[in-house]
């Protein structure tokens, strides 16, 4: 009898162990396993982003506030409808960007088409890293890009726990690194397109302060990071430097992304 209980017991236990295992709502905590699971279910998350960006000609700064969807792949993001708002510097600029199927899809306040087609339309190319129309923000220390968020929490310092967002728990991770360790880990150089200035990049070997907010399901909730930029054309631009704070919602939720209707696109 007493063998017969502890058969039946072990293979309970064993029978829930399973069930956990291909229970969907069973979600990896690794951080790196979690991710990986997103880019190749090809995703969607929704994005709240806000660039602050600095000059010694501009010390109050340009906010860029900006807020949409994008989509992943096994490559880090592929398309996106996203929503931009500019203000600062005498300047107030209205955005609203989709990219999707290798074309990117721009009606701007300051540069859009007639009224009757208001969306100007573009071929992207995947090999141009000065693209006209740069799109989501948080490129420039990407971790829904494959190997950043791992090469972040490489670096960490300091571990602690942090608010609930977006309906989890978090712990929040500190530390510092330099854009040349960001732009390895992502194999390519990591590019900010802010509006007022040249294209521009993290300055290489300066270690710049950040703080990834991790779900217990093993997905970032925030990012907010900082640090000295330098153009990538040859415009000098003194002084110049970025503040990010950049959140992401509704992992797993459906967001579909699709081109504007043909009868309001110019360029095609």
Not at 13 to 24: F, G, H, M, Q
Not at 233 to 249: A, C, H, I, K, T
Request: net charge negative; glycine share 10%.
């Amino acid at each position: 009898m007493t063998k017969f209980l502890i058969a039946a017991v072990a293979t309970a236990a064993l029978l829930a162990a399973v069930a956990a295992c291909t229970d969907p709502s069973t979600v990896a905590t690794d951080p790196a396993t979690a991710l990986a699971r997103e880019f190749a279910r090809h995703s969607t998350v929704r994005v709240d982003a806000e660039l602050i960006v600095r000059a010694d000609d501009d010390p109050g700064g340009t906010t860029y506030r900006q807020r949409g969807v994008v989509r992943l792949s096994v490559s880090g993001v592929t398309d996106s409808d996203l929503f931009m708002q500019v203000s600062g510097s005498g300047q107030s600029m209205t955005r609203h960007q989709i990219e999707v199927g290798g074309r990117t899809y721009v009606n701007s306040s300051v540069a859009g088409g007639p009224p009757q087609r208001p969306w100007l339309m573009s071929e992207r190319d995947a090999g141009d890293a000065l693209s006209m129309y740069a799109s989501y923000l948080g490129g420039l220390v990407d971790v829904l890009h494959p190997g950043v968020a791992e090469a972040l929490l490489a670096t960490a310092g300091t571990t602690a726990p942090g608010d609930r967002m977006d309906g989890v728990e978090t712990v929040r991770h500190q530390g510092a690194i330099t854009s040349n360790r960001i732009n390895q880990a992502a194999g390519k150089k990591l590019i900010s397109y802010p509006m007022n200035v040249v294209p521009a990049a993290l300055m290489p070997d300066v270690p710049n302060p950040w703080s990834l907010w991790i779900g217990s399901d093993g997905l970032p909730r925030r990012l907010q990071t900082s640090g000295e930029m330098v153009s990538v054309v040859p415009e000098p631009v003194s002084g110049l430097s970025m503040q990010l704070d950049l959140r992401f919602l509704e992992w797993g939720a459906t967001h579909p992304i699709t081109a504007p209707p043909a009868d309001t696109v110019s360029g095609e």
